[in-house]
């Protein structure tokens, strides 16, 4: 009985191996731009801006069903996300007033995994995303006014590149709707944010404690091609 089990058993898992073959798996590539800022509950939020980044890499779709309505597709991409330091005061320790200027770049490699409907060129698609955190680049100037007076003082971030302040691994999740031609050419437009906060959360002192309870967030505009199988 068992023998007979892992027989068709080894039956099925060869006729779905077959199945796909022939269901013309493509490999693809995408290449366009992030819109990105923080979502969650952030201090001093109008001081952080959106921020255009760059995001591209490779995919692979494969078909569940044979009229390629329905596939599963996996990509691996290079994502610049971030935020713009707007130059606008807030109030900041011992009630001085502090200005913010420059930008952060976070590099991400972004691992989604979606689910795809391709209804006669219409594509929906969903699923969720594994993100690792490459590098930082944080070049942000502040300038702090005494709050009794006196000489402004400029300082500029230091450790640029330093992400030990950083959760490196991050879930998160994707959906978008977009159009692809029978050629494989494709427009999408994208969401992507995360589930869990960046920053870790034992520590107050990146961006004085601003960042604790942020996430990630991005609106994504990409074009993508899929190779034609044979």
Same mark, same amino acid.
């Given at each position: 009985?068992?023998?007979?089990?892992?027989?068709?058993?080894?039956?099925?898992?060869?006729?779905?191996?077959?199945?796909?073959?022939?269901?013309?798996?493509?490999?693809?590539?995408?290449?366009?731009?992030?819109?990105?800022?923080?979502?969650?509950?952030?201090?001093?939020?109008?001081? +952080?801006?959106?921020?255009?980044?760059?995001?591209?890499? *490779?995919?692979? =779709?494969?078909?569940?069903?044979?009229?390629?309505?329905?596939?599963?597709?996996?990509? *691996?991409?290079?994502?610049? @996300?971030?935020? &713009?330091?707007?130059?606008?005061?807030?109030?900041?320790?011992?009630?001085?007033?502090?200005?913010?200027?420059?930008?952060?770049?976070? =590099? +991400?490699?972004?691992?989604?995994?979606?689910?795809?409907?391709?209804?006669?060129?219409?594509?929906? &698609?969903?699923?969720?995303?594994?993100?690792?955190?490459?590098?930082?680049?944080?070049?942000?100037?502040?300038?702090?006014?005494?709050?009794?007076?006196?000489?402004?003082?400029?300082?500029?971030?230091?450790? @640029?590149?330093?992400?030990?302040?950083?959760?490196?691994? &991050?879930?998160?999740?994707?959906?978008?709707?977009? +159009?692809?031609?029978?050629?494989?050419?494709?427009?999408?437009?994208?969401?992507?944010?995360?589930?869990?906060?960046?920053?870790?959360?034992? =520590?107050?002192? +990146?961006?004085?404690?601003?960042?604790?309870?942020?996430?990630?967030?991005?609106?994504?505009?990409?074009?993508?091609?899929?190779?034609?199988?044979?």
């Amino acid at each position: 009985m068992k023998k007979t089990a892992i027989l068709a058993a080894s039956l099925l898992a060869t006729a779905a191996i077959s199945s796909v073959q022939a269901q013309d798996i493509r490999l693809g590539l995408r290449a366009g731009a992030n819109y990105s800022n923080l979502a969650g509950n952030i201090q001093n939020q109008a001081t +952080y801006n959106n921020k255009v980044g760059f995001l591209g890499g *490779v995919m692979l =779709n494969v078909p569940l069903l044979a009229d390629n309505f329905l596939s599963l597709q996996p990509e *691996v991409l290079y994502s610049q @996300k971030g935020f &713009e330091n707007k130059p606008t005061e807030y109030t900041g320790l011992l009630g001085s007033k502090q200005k913010r200027e420059g930008s952060v770049n976070y =590099n +991400y490699l972004d691992v989604p995994v979606l689910l795809k409907v391709n209804a006669g060129g219409l594509i929906l &698609e969903a699923g969720p995303q594994y993100s690792y955190l490459l590098s930082a680049n944080n070049q942000t100037k502040t300038t702090t006014t005494p709050a009794l007076g006196g000489e402004p003082t400029v300082a500029e971030a230091q450790n @640029k590149t330093d992400v030990s302040a950083l959760n490196r691994n &991050e879930l998160g999740y994707l959906a978008g709707v977009g +159009y692809q031609a029978d050629n494989g050419l494709s427009l999408s437009l994208r969401y992507t944010g995360a589930f869990s906060d960046f920053v870790k959360s034992d =520590n107050s002192t +990146y961006f004085n404690g601003d960042l604790k309870n942020a996430r990630h967030s991005a609106f994504q505009l990409s074009l993508g091609y899929l190779i034609a199988g044979k």
